[in-house]
């Protein structure tokens, strides 16, 4: 079953505006993860944010996690046309990770 | 690079063809995965291996047939396909812990059944 869905499906910014895309889920978390697809090709790991942390960074990159309101952001500052791409929120113990539709983003030049 | 290998990038195969999809990782992991990943649907997990031994079957169809002879390989037979079966496969890797942890993706197999 789906666990993870995120919003909104598809964003389409500017180069240097930011980007948030926010993901729910169903279900209790131990951590929730994001990744990135580009087009056609396989995921790759961003970040990893566990139940008892509420913010993350790395690079550009801000997460943040409401496990009242089982629900994560993601925070791209200052967009690059090269961050154009879909992105995944994951959850899942152990090793059985659920994704979500992801949300499509497009940063135009 | 994730150093999750996968070939071949692209299939295009018949109804009646028999072909497989090869998955290679060397990063030590011991937990092996096969995804499907259909337009407009998330991604679906299908198989899960760890220590070789197949942990996790989500009703996939018989036509589907894994294949885990180490840790470092893992097959996706296929045969007598549907052309709803085109998809992009993707092979994912990673250590088993029960906290979690990051899963790495090889290119994946963009398949189209004719």
């Known amino acids: 079953s789906q666990q993870g869905e995120e919003d909104p499906q598809a964003l389409s910014i500017q180069e240097g505006e930011n980007a948030t895309m926010n993901c729910s889920y169903k279900?209790?978390?131990?951590?929730l993860q994001w990744y990135r697809q580009n087009s056609g090709r396989g995921l790759v790991h961003l970040i990893l944010i566990r139940s008892n942390e509420r913010e993350k960074h790395s690079g550009r990159l801000r997460v943040t996690l409401d496990t009242s309101k089982k629900s994560s952001s993601l925070l791209i500052t200052a967009s690059r046309a090269a961050d154009t791409a879909s992105y995944f929120c994951?959850?899942?113990?152990?090793?059985?990770?659920?994704f979500g539709t992801g949300t499509q983003l497009k940063v135009e030049l | 690079e994730t150093g999750v290998t996968q070939t071949p990038r692209h299939l295009v195969m018949g109804m009646t063809n028999k072909k497989s999809l090869k998955c290679e990782q060397h990063?030590?992991?011991?937990?092996m995965y096969w995804y499907k990943q259909s337009a407009k649907k998330p991604l679906e997990l299908m198989f899960v291996?760890?220590?070789?031994?197949?942990?996790e079957n989500n009703s996939v169809p018989s036509r589907f047939s894994p294949e885990c002879p180490n840790s470092s390989h893992l097959f996706l037979h296929l045969h007598t396909l549907q052309p709803e079966d085109s998809a992009l496969y993707l092979c994912?890797?990673?250590?088993?812990?029960?906290?979690?942890?990051?899963?790495?993706f090889g290119q994946g197999t963009r398949l189209t059944v004719v």
């Open positions: 994951a959850t899942g113990g152990g090793n059985k990770l659920t």
């Open positions: 279900t209790s978390i131990n951590n």
């Open positions: 291996y760890n220590f070789k031994e197949q942990t």
């Open positions: 990063l030590g992991h011991n937990a």
């Open positions: 994912a890797s990673s250590q088993p812990r029960a906290s979690g942890t990051e899963a790495f």
